[in-house]
């Protein structure tokens, strides 16, 4: 009978301890989610304050590009020059126009006035030249180029900027040319069929550098260049936001551009029958320009051209692809 009355005492004193544990355990879960509620809260809030300090940073780093477009340089960081104005590959929306764009090359000895006339200009001091196009390659006497803006800007950085199709067919003074010149050669590698191997080793034979736009492995997309032919745009809200503007400069028979459109124009206006004038106040002329500092000052302000270009509208599109010389491909 005792151990009657012990095992039933004891089976109530379990069930308490039990009920105990229980109301502790539901207890914890309560403080469990709760703590868990609190805890998700803050990474929301963290989230939230995260999204606000990249939202600001994204808007200082675009007042500080549009302050810097706005503010005359110290010198020239970089300077565009075509070496062809055509070229071989037929991208969609060129910006340079260069798919529609007669065969044509720089004169070589008003070349030689026009770098010489610069260099006296700027004493020399201009950070890299691209010798680009329309393709580059195109002209048969790329080395005479390489060797004039050599001499006349001994301490600049000259890339040549090339699809590279017709690299691997240059001849060994070409390469030659390029080493005596110190030229970097910086291909994009577009979706088309090139022996980036051998060209890399005729690189590497010569000691010239190879140096590929973006990445090696990423293939060129295609980018819409979207004009207003109206040209009723607000030419400084355009200016500010272009990433063109005091970083692309572009010279073209002794002048000077903020831009590679404006320059380049003339053969969408003769393609399309339009007239998207170029003025004098579009660019400046070397042979008119007093120094440097009126060359800087001239490209740190938007030009009358700058209200045809609706850069809100420039866009990727995706994959590459060739232009079709239709007038679509540069309107919205």
Known sequence: MKDKKRWILSLVKNSKQHQKLKAELAQLQINLDSTQLKLLDSIKQNQILQNQLKSQESKIKLQDSKLTKLTPQSYLRILEIHLAEHCNLNCFSCNHFSQLAPKGFPDILQ????????????FGLVGRFHLMGGEPLLNPNCKDFFQVTRKYFPKSAIWLVTNGIL???QPKDFWESCRENKIEIHPTKYPIKVNWEVIEQKCKDFGIPLIFYDNSNIQKTSYKTILDLKGSLDSLNGFSYCHQANNCTHFKNGKIYPCSIAPNIQYFNAAFHQNLPI??????????????????????????????????????????????????????
């Open 279 to 332: 003025t004098p106040i579009d660019f400046i002329d070397i042979y008119k320009a007093k120094d440097y500092h009126e060359i800087l000052q001239f490209l740190a302000k938007p030009i009358p051209f700058c209200r045809f270009c609706n850069l809100a509208k420039w866009k990727s599109i995706g994959e590459w692809k060739t232009s079709k010389k239709e007038i679509g491909e540069y309107l919205e």
């Open 111 to 122: 070349f030689k006035q026009d770098m010489e006339r610069l260099s006296n200009l700027t």
């Open 167 to 169: 690299l691997e067919s």
